[in-house]
């Protein structure tokens, strides 16, 4: 068996655990970075899974020069969020009230993960194994010692769970879960639409769920149809052409006539660790934390994640000194849990209180609604949160 040695160990190669490789990277950390399967290909078509990434966590990808590996026009910005349950009560969000051109942009998730892995080829300090899984590892209290499934054996002083929501280094790590399943499953469709608003995303709260849309390249979008299972169920069991119709007699206002293109279902999630850390190890991004997806904040939230840490690892060069690990571990635990607990909750908050009827509730709601529109304050407020500034 062939033995390596290196500062940190991620398992996970997706666009989180890929980013924090490539910012430990640049300032001279060695990483070995594994994962269980290659990027989905990059098709003609977009893919189907696509993120909104926010003004932040754009800046950072072009700090560690990835940014600029993705095609220009594959990269949709949007400077406006429309959000409303009653016409009347819509809000709407520009991204010059706070003085910025774009809240960010629309990318497919293949895309930026492809930019993030031929970035690799800049850096000796990174290692990939892939397609590789964990087979057993051991942490004396100062080193873990991992076993892969390629017979390499590799020696390394902090071990990363950035392997998602059903973290295989969390349970290997002893850290256990809070979390339940939402009473929704979320229908992502891709389509091609002839009407959209140029640069908006908007959302629509329903009592049964929101409906989103993320606009893309050449008239393709990305539609978030939120509802109960049963509904869900019955929309997936219907022929290509009459769901077709089902969206448009649904959303002929904001999309027009529709092309579907392709289209999945996923269960929604939300799950938070009871810890971030153990001694030596560290989770980021879904192996962490876990959110309903309505306001597209989980790939922006697991990038604060990895800025986090990347930065304390950096400025407390424990790795050149052979310091302990644990505070710098402890740092990043206190600085993310409360963020992530303050983002989880509010979108509890939004589950809550349109995931009803109920009439007093949904004339207060809009109301709420009506009263942001008319801050300028909270809107700015609410923004830079969002946007990462």
């Known amino acids: 068996m062939n033995k390596l040695f290196c500062d940190v160990l991620i398992f996970g190669a997706g666009i989180i655990g890929a980013s924090l490789a490539l910012r430990l990277s640049k300032y001279g950390i060695k990483v070995i970075i594994v994962d269980h399967k290659h990027p989905v290909p990059i098709k003609k078509n977009p893919n189907i899974r696509v993120a909104a990434i926010n003004h932040a966590s754009i800046k950072f990808l072009q700090q560690i020069n990835v940014w600029k590996k993705i095609p ?34 629309i990318v497919e998730n293949n895309r930026l993960q492809s930019a993030l892995w031929r970035s690799f080829m800049n850096f000796k300090t990174i290692t990939l194994y892939c397609p590789s899984i964990l ?22 002083r902090l071990l990363i769970g950035a392997d998602g929501i059903y973290s295989q280094i969390r349970k290997i790590l002893g850290i256990g879960v809070i979390g339940w399943k939402y009473r929704q499953l979320c229908m992502l469709l891709s389509i091609k639409t002839d009407k959209h608003k140029k640069g908006t995303i908007w959302q ?37 052409s ?56 989980a790939i922006n939230l697991g990038l ?51 995931h009803n009827n109920y009439l007093p509730l949904k004339i207060a709601r809009n109301l709420a609604f009506m009263t942001i ?13 969002a946007v990462g500034i």
């Open 135 to 156: 087979l057993s590892t051991h942490y004396d209290g100062f080193c873990w010692k991992s076993i892969l499934d390629n017979g390499i054996i590799v020696v390394s």
């Open 373 to 385: 529109e008319r801050s300028l304050y909270l809107k700015k407020q609410i923004l830079k949160y």
């Open 72 to 105: 220009s026009n594959f990269c949709t910005p949007y400077h406006c969020l429309e959000a409303w349950e009653c016409p009347s009560s819509k809000v709407i969000f520009h991204s010059m009230s706070v003085g910025i051109s774009t809240m960010g942009c």
């Open 304 to 354: 604060r994640d990895v800025m986090s840490l990347s930065q304390l690892l950096i400025d407390s060069r424990v790795f050149d000194e052979y310091s302990s690990i644990a505070e710098v571990l402890t740092s990043y635990q206190n600085s993310r849990k409360y963020d992530s607990f303050l983002m989880q909750s509010f979108i509890d908050w939004l589950y809550i209180i349109f």
């Open 242 to 297: 009459i769901l077709e119709k089902e969206i448009e007699n649904n959303f002929r206002k904001q999309l027009g006539r529709i092309r579907l293109h392709n289209m999945t279902v996923v269960p929604l999630i939300r799950q938070c660790a009871h810890n971030y850390i153990t001694p030596g190890g560290a989770l980021v991004g879904d192996a962490a934390h876990s959110l309903h997806p309505l306001a597209g904040q």
């Open 204 to 240: 629509i709260f329903t009592p049964y769920g929101p409906i989103g849309f993320l606009p893309l390249y050449n008239h393709w979008g990305s539609l978030m149809w939120y509802n109960t299972p049963e509904r869900i169920h019955k929309l997936q069991q219907l022929p290509i």
